[in-house]
């Protein structure tokens, strides 16, 4: 619930606040909505909220002030309410990484289990890729839904992705693009309450965030990874939410495929049961934290619930469910019949080992880029991008390899940037070790939180 502002309200001013978050003084609720309040109304001017992410990027925020911030940039725009569509609202959320793909396929597992999922997604950004991208791969899909069409596919299906509507958490949309011009992107405050506000907004009832850590990620260390998963569970815990973090390795890329029409290839090759080891394991794991989320699942044992995942994508049921809602929201179903008919790159390149050893590092980030330079991401909002076009990463760190094996294959429509993919893979992105190299584990730690209510 939105806090009733008291009259003194009338008399806050920036100033004062912008003294108190310099001098490490607490701020008051009533001065943390007051000041979101007037911002997303332009009523504070940029320079003085950049001096105030300053402060916040050096000073920090208290737990308290920090779930003042989630609310208010929540209750900023639209708060939807899923309640007449689903009977418990379970969402999941990644922090970013490099061939993720794990909504495509985690998202019909939950909802061919008894947990229905109306969700919605993002765009890429930067180095990582973006659910709806992925899923306009596909020929006729449509992701910009009306709430009449987005609640009628989640009626009819128990499963809809949609693009975020025009109006979630305007707050977060003004500060982080002021944020990312005035160096205050890394707060984990910032950082926790930008993702919280989204989902609060959206109509979670449950959240399972996968925290990417590594290269590949925005927390580069496994103390920065739990320093966020910590305070997001936190926050939702005191806004009423469940919340579990699972902490994962983004070292490398997750699965093979890092490009949109080629992630949507191997999602539909991993609900039809011939999914990449670590993917089906990450997919397998968030599944099971969402069904146990939900009190109208019908396991409540995270093992148990694992189990039914698998016979999910076992006896195609979840590949049916991801089917019917591409041909629900427009999409060509042959496509997701047969995947050889989704975009195609005209040109393609290959990799291969200089040297015999094992695979020492493979650096996600540098991945992620060269996907973007190959024009399948991009760099600003409301760029084109080219669906056909990726990085098939063919190894794994630890993996021994010889002289001449394949490390990579790029997919490419344009000569110039395949070669200029292809030389930058070759120079920068893995380094291959004459002695054994033991792998990051790929599910690093979980953090679980409930309010009483739960
Ligand atoms: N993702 C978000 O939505 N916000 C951030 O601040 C960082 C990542």
């Known amino acids: 619930m939105k806090p009733q502002l008291p009259e003194s309200m009338k ?23 007051w000041l979101i309040e007037r911002y997303t109304a332009d009523k504070v001017p940029d320079y003085q909220m950049a001096a105030w992410l300053m402060a ?18 929540a209750h900023s725009g639209d708060m939807i309410d899923l309640s007449d569509v689903v009977p418990f609202a379970v969402d999941k959320h990644s922090t970013g990484g490099v061939g993720d793909k794990t909504s495509l396929v985690v998202l019909p597992i939950v909802a ?49 992705i949609a693009s975020q509507s025009g109006n979630l958490a305007p707050a977060d949309k003004k500060l982080y693009a002021l944020r ?31 925290v990417k850590c590594g290269e590949g990620a925005f927390m580069r260390t496994i103390d920065e990874a739990h320093q966020l998963a910590r305070t997001m569970v936190d926050i939702g815990v005191d806004a009423g939410r469940r919340v579990t973090a699972v902490i994962t390795d983004m070292n490398q890329p997750l699965g093979i495929t890092a490009g949109n029409a080629l992630e949507v290839r191997e999602a539909i090759e991993t609900l039809r ?46 590949f049916n469910k991801f089917r019917e809602m591409v041909r629900l929201q427009g999409g060509d179903p042959n496509q997701i019949d047969d995947p050889t008919l989704l975009p195609q790159a005209r040109l393609q390149d290959t990799i291969a080992a200089p040297k015999s ?23 600003k909002k409301g760029d084109p991008i080219d669906h056909a076009v990726g990085i098939e990463t063919l190894v794994k760190i630890g993996d021994k390899v010889e002289v001449g094996d394949l490390l990579f294959r790029v997919h490419a429509n344009d000569e110039d940037r ?12 893995f380094e291959i070790s004459d002695h054994p190299v033991e792998p990051q584990p790929l599910i690093i730690d979980t953090i679980i939180g409930k309010p009483q209510s739960f």
Not at 129 to 142: A, M, V, W
């Open 56 to 73: 916040v990027q050096l000073n920090g925020m208290t737990r308290r002030e920090t779930v003042d911030l989630t609310l208010a940039m």
């Open 180 to 210: 990312d011009v005035t160096a205050t992107v890394p707060s984990i405050p910032l950082i926790a309450s930008s993702i919280m506000s989204k989902k609060l907004a959206g109509g979670a009832q449950a959240i399972v965030l996968d």
């Open 418 to 429: 395949l070669a200029m993919a292809t030389g930058w893979l070759e120079q920068h992105v």
């Open 11 to 33: 008399t806050l001013n920036v100033i004062e606040i912008l003294v108190r978050k310099r001098d490490k003084i607490e701020l008051s609720t009533e001065q943390i909505y």
């Open 357 to 379: 050893g094992y695979i020492a590092k493979i650096d996600a980030r540098q991945i992620g880029r060269a996907v973007v330079d190959l024009g399948g991401g991009r760099e």
């Open 273 to 318: 049961g011939e999914g990449p080891s670590d993917f089906v394991e990450l997919c397998l794991t968030i599944a099971a934290h969402m069904l146990i989320a939900s009190p109208h699942s019908p396991v409540q044992n995270f093992e148990e619930a694992k189990t039914i995942a698998q016979q999910a994508i076992t006896d195609g049921t979840a």
């Open 112 to 160: 061919t289990c008894g947990v229905p999922v109306a969700k919605m997604s993002g765009r890429s950004l930067g180095h990582t890729g973006g659910t709806i991208d992925k899923l306009e791969s596909i020929r006729g899909f449509r992701a910009e839904l009306t709430p009449e069409q987005f609640k009628n596919i989640a009626r009819k299906n128990q499963l809809v």
